[in-house]
């Protein structure tokens, strides 16, 4: 098909990099290729950043985290744990650097996890994963962290949305921490791959419906098998019954994504279910063309998220790197 790619993003789509996922290994090594050529940003002395582990999910291996905090952050400082995209099988603590940092530039402390990836790991390993991070961080918040308990965030974009959208469900579900927020931009939130724009973008660039696919069945393993499997709503989000009690959202969806319509899909009942939502849907965008950071369609995208980090979390507004 053809698509009316923003004008300013449409020159560069011939030389974005198709990863090959059929072979996840070798999409792995792509993956951290591009990562390392491309550098890590420098906090340039705004942050402090560490690497360590803590405690996992019980019977399985401790969990990697990276901590970002921010020079002189005050004493109950609010937190966002930080879930890397990468379709459930790509992706590490170095390639959500950035995004992870531009968080930590706003003024609140970062958790980004290194969760563990499928195939090795179907669900649900991620979300334990992520689960027991977020145990971690609650209760390390205000002896350890200097975090408020009570302003701990949650972000993710694609499958790190999901994981983000169903550890909110998770934790309403177990009366585990509370979270305050949940950002998830272009989410990745229905197995049943049954909407419009799942059906229509089967030739998008960077990311199209048969991608999808093939992650979803990376991810469940043994549960994946069409619209009537048995698969639990903290697996794919979109399948929950209720969505009552979340905490607010914000939602951002590209228009030639074919996760767009269960972005919408979601944002649509949080909104009906009570709980406060921000929508964004980016005219002439598809699923990883914020890679064109120069783009103003682009850093449209990133000025809004920022406003709603800053928003939501109740920060004190600052200039950031456009990244």
């Known amino acids: 098909m053809r698509y009316a790619i923003d004008p300013e993003i449409a020159p560069w789509v011939a030389l974005l990099v198709d990863v090959p996922i059929a072979d996840v290994a070798q999409a792995r090594t792509l993956v951290r290729e591009l990562t390392a050529a491309a550098g890590q940003p420098d906090s340039g002395g705004t942050a402090s950043i560490s690497d360590r582990t803590i405690p996992g999910p019980a ?5 990697r985290v990276r901590i970002y905090r921010p020079v002189a952050a005050p004493v109950d400082c609010p ?4 879930l890397h995209g990468g379709g459930f099988i790509l992706g590490d603590l170095d390639m959500a650097h950035a995004e992870a940092l531009r968080f930590a530039e706003l003024g609140c402390v970062v958790v980004s996890v290194d969760y563990r990836l499928a195939p090795e790991h179907p669900y649900p390993a991620a979300l334990d994963d992520c689960y027991a991070t977020l145990s971690w961080l609650a209760r390390e918040a205000r002896p350890n962290l200097s975090v408020n308990p009570a302003r701990i965030a949650v972000a993710g974009g694609s499958a790190g949305a999901c994981l983000a959208a169903a ?4 934790s309403r579900d177990r009366g585990g921490p509370a979270l305050c927020f949940q950002f998830l931009t272009a989410p990745k939130l229905d197995d049943r791959l049954d909407t419009v724009s799942m059906r229509t973008f089967t030739d998008t660039p960077m990311w199209d419906s048969g991608k999808v696919a093939l992650t979803w069945r990376y991810y469940l393993g043994d549960r994946a098998g069409g619209p ?3 698969v639990p709503a903290y697996a794919a989000p979109a399948r929950a019954a209720d969505l009552s009690g ?3 959202a914000f939602v951002a969806v590209c228009e030639f994504d074919p996760l767009r319509d269960e972005g919408l899909a979601y944002a649509q009942r949080l909104v009906e279910a009570g709980v406060p939502t921000e929508l964004h849907l980016y005219p002439g965008t598809f699923h990883g063309s914020r890679l064109i950071q120069g783009a103003q369609v682009t850093r449209q995208m990133i000025a809004d998220e920022n406003r709603a980090i800053v928003r939501r979390l109740g920060l004190e507004p600052r200039r950031t790197p456009n990244r």
Request: aromatic share 6%.
């Open 59 to 63: 019977g399985a291996p401790d969990v």
């Open 79 to 82: 937190a966002v744990l930080f």
């Open 167 to 170: 550890l909110t469900l998770l």
């Open 228 to 230: 009537d499997a048995d």
């Open 246 to 248: 979340l905490p607010p």
